[in-house]
Nanobody
C-alpha cells in the first residue's frame, strides 16, 4: 500500500503563488507515476499535472506556463509550484500515485484564490 499526505494549500489572492507538497510512504517502489488532480465544486475531477519516475512531465493546457510539477525521489515527495493563480484555480487538489493495477489518492488540500 501507499500513503499520500498533501500539504501547502490555502487562501491566496489572484496573481499569487502557492506550492503544494505530497509525501508518499509505504510501497513507493511500485509507483511509476505521480500527479496532481483538482476538483472544483460541482465539477468533475480533472488532471492538473503528472510526472513519471523518469522525470517526464505533462501539464494540463489550463495551467501550462503557470504551474510546474517536480519530484524529489530521495524524499518520495512530489511538488506542484503554482504561480499566477487565478480564481478559476480554486479547487480541492489531490495527489495521485499510480501503480500497475491500482491508484492511490491523498486526502486533498483546499486551494482558494480570491479575486
Amino acid at each position: 500500500q501507499v500513503q499520500l499526505v498533501e500539504s501547502g494549500g490555502g487562501l491566496v489572492q489572484a496573481g499569487g503563488s502557492l506550492r503544494l507538497s505530497c509525501a508518499a510512504s509505504g510501497s513507493t517502489f511500485s509507483i511509476y507515476r505521480m500527479g496532481w488532480y483538482r476538483q472544483a465544486p460541482g465539477k468533475q475531477r480533472e488532471l492538473v499535472a503528472t510526472i513519471t519516475n523518469g522525470g517526464n512531465t505533462d501539464h494540463a493546457d489550463s495551467v501550462k506556463g503557470r504551474f510546474t510539477i517536480a519530484r524529489d525521489n530521495a524524499k518520495n515527495t512530489v511538488y506542484l509550484q503554482m504561480n499566477s493563480l487565478k480564481p478559476e484555480d480554486t479547487a480541492v487538489y489531490y495527489c495521485n500515485a499510480r501503480l500497475v493495477k491500482i491508484n492511490y489518492w491523498g486526502q486533498g488540500t483546499q486551494v482558494t484564490v480570491s479575486s
